[in-house]
DNA sequence: CATATATTCGAAATTTATTCGATTGACTGT
DNA sequence: ACAGTCAATCGAATAAATTTCGAATATATG
């Protein structure tokens, strides 16, 4: 498993800048950071071998298609044999409607945050899916008011670990 | 606030493919969908000013950039005054570390996902932040043994509501 | 200080994005 | 059913960006 990589200032700077938005061409990035197109677009190509920069991914305005209802399910779990568990992560992970899936340590095993058409639509999968496996203990349902996602480099400026370490 | 929007079949592909990978170049996407490389680019700037199409976020691996844990935390906040709350709201999102908050109703208030160096570096958010908001009556910290995003429609294939209803 | 290694650059070659007028197809009202 | 209106699609031309690569520069190593 990749655990640690070298990344100097520019490398975080690229990173910085592509998870605010994904969709800035090289040339732009180029001209952001300080190097010639070619040289970006190498380091970012580098990037992604190394396995730093996975994937990107465009966001949708799901109340416009039609989901204006979001929740977040607080799962708990019986007795965790690993691979019963597994696969009712992956058959949890797999419905459509789930956004994110969290197995998590402490008073509940498992968050789901679910996006949904309206309540009956959220009834629905709760016992089609949630209510109809015998490892799930008990399901407690929240609606979501407000929900912001930051898509952010975790680390303020200045403040990668160069290659000095 | 734009809430509904007229999609056809296409519109849709377009967006799966979209939200699963935000790299495909425009000629891929026209191909995957069946249009000439001039329609799907026309679509795909359509899809963008009427707000369907919101952004794109590169995913980067945290692991890999010196962040291997992850932590839930379950907020309860004191009587909800509208101000206050949004104030807290907005320092708790403008927080590096964290990557998305939840404000939920039920037995907690506020979800808050963060990522962090060691348990030192978690102490310190909560000890610096959380509780030192008047608003935050208790917080409860969950680890995040395994977490999984979910970029996909919400939505089974060819099941988007076309401009017949 | 000399050698080896990795980065950077600029220019050429390739591919892609973008624009635009003409054509096709779909919907409206009579 | 039919003419008229509007929107979507296409292909070709233009503009712009990506990608490759050899030479030059910088950085690290012994």
């Given at each position: 498993?990749?655990?640690?990589?070298?990344?100097?200032?520019?490398?975080?700077?690229?990173l910085r800048l592509?998870?605010?938005?994904?969709?800035?061409?090289?040339?732009?990035?180029?001209?952001?950071?300080?190097?010639?197109?070619?040289?970006?677009?190498?380091?970012?190509?580098?990037?992604?071998?190394?396995?730093?920069?996975?994937?990107?991914?465009?966001?949708?305005?799901?109340?416009?298609?039609?989901?204006?209802?979001?929740?977040?399910?607080?799962?708990?779990?019986?007795?965790?044999?690993?691979?019963?568990?597994?696969?009712?992560?992956?058959?949890?992970?797999?419905?459509?409607?789930?956004?994110?899936?969290?197995?998590?340590?402490?008073?509940?095993?498992?968050?789901?945050?679910?996006?949904?058409?309206?309540?009956?639509?959220?009834?629905?999968?709760?016992?089609?899916?949630?209510?109809?496996?015998?490892?799930?203990?008990?399901?407690?349902?929240?609606?979501?008011?407000?929900?912001?996602?930051?898509?952010?480099m975790?680390?303020?400026?200045?403040?990668?670990?160069?290659?000095?370490?």
């Amino acid at each position: 498993m990749a655990t640690e990589v070298d990344l100097d200032r520019t490398d975080f700077a690229i990173l910085r800048l592509l998870m605010k938005d994904a969709w800035l061409s090289n040339k732009e990035i180029a001209a952001a950071v300080g190097l010639a197109p070619s040289s970006c677009h190498e380091r970012i190509k580098s990037l992604r071998t190394r396995g730093v920069l996975v994937s990107a991914h465009a966001e949708v305005n799901l109340q416009a298609i039609g989901f204006p209802l979001e929740a977040v399910l607080f799962v708990q779990l019986g007795k965790l044999e690993g691979q019963v568990v597994d696969k009712f992560l992956k058959s949890t992970a797999a419905i459509p409607e789930v956004r994110g899936v969290f197995l998590v340590s402490g008073r509940f095993d498992l968050l789901v945050h679910v996006v949904v058409h309206d309540m009956e639509h959220l009834k629905e999968i709760i016992s089609q899916h949630f209510n109809r496996h015998a490892v799930v203990v008990r399901v407690e349902t929240s609606v979501v008011f407000n929900h912001e996602a930051r898509h952010v480099m975790p680390l303020a400026e200045n403040k990668g670990k160069s290659a000095i370490s």
